[in-house]
């Protein structure tokens, strides 16, 4: 069974400095990996995936996040942190044959001005 | 122009009754699922169907019954409410049942079961 872990329910960054979500997963084989956001009060909003290709994958407001093979990881970040991006931050894989994702546990990320 | 919309956003009512959420997606997508995010925000996969057919059915109680009439709602139908009950239920859809095929998100409806 895969599994997902994010490290740290809760992360405080300061406006302008950089963002680090930690992922890491567990699977026989390497997964499909996304994150999702979510802002308060409502859905999730696909940030980005990496399916297969280049391991450097660029999504939606500034973020990025890089499969790591070696390390089972697929850590998010983004350079500089704006008062916009408080929320909470969802890793989440999907087997190649599969389409049932699974979730980590969540990271809220607060921004301090 | 709402992609996925779920009602009622907010559901409250009491232990022993029936009760319905409704979704609906206006992507022209294939398959919809039912999430349910429990008060630790974990977020787990309860029911998947694709063309009107179910696919996934994660060990959920026969309590929930999804039904899907057409390719573009799928409503979960709840009886006999218990307190476990309460949560945030998210529907999503995607174009089909692939693993590539990224899945859209209604904005919830957060249920209280008193």
């Known amino acids: 069974a895969q599994s997902v872990t994010q490290l740290g329910s809760h992360v405080s960054v300061s406006e302008g400095a950089l963002v680090l979500l930690r992922c890491n997963y567990s699977?026989?084989?390497?997964?499909?990996l996304f994150w999702y956001v979510q802002y308060p009060n409502q859905g999730l909003q696909l940030l980005l995936k990496y399916t297969t290709g280049a391991t450097l994958v660029k999504g939606i407001n500034g973020f990025e996040a890089e499969f790591k093979k070696s390390e089972t990881s697929f850590h998010l970040t983004k350079p500089s942190a704006h008062m916009s991006d408080a929320a909470e931050y969802f890793c989440a894989v999907i087997k190649a044959a599969g389409n049932k994702l699974t979730f980590g546990g969540g990271t809220r990320v607060l921004v301090k001005p | 122009d709402t992609a996925v919309s779920q009602t009622p956003k907010y559901l409250v009512t009491q232990m022993g009754n029936d009760k319905s959420i409704k979704c609906e997606q206006n992507l022209g997508h294939d398959t919809m699922y039912w999430y349910k995010q429990d008060s630790k925000k974990f977020l787990k996969i309860m029911f998947s169907y694709n063309n009107k057919e179910l696919i996934i059915n994660e060990t959920v109680p026969n309590r929930f019954s999804p039904k899907s009439p057409d390719k573009a709602h799928l409503n979960l139908h709840i009886n006999s409410l218990e307190l476990g009950d309460s949560a945030v239920y998210f529907c999503?859809?995607?174009?089909?049942?692939?693993?590539?095929?990224?899945?859209?998100f209604g904005p919830g409806t957060r249920l209280t079961v008193l």
């Open positions: 999503a859809s995607s174009l089909g049942e692939g693993a590539t095929d990224t899945q859209y």
């Open positions: 699977s026989s084989v390497p997964p499909y």
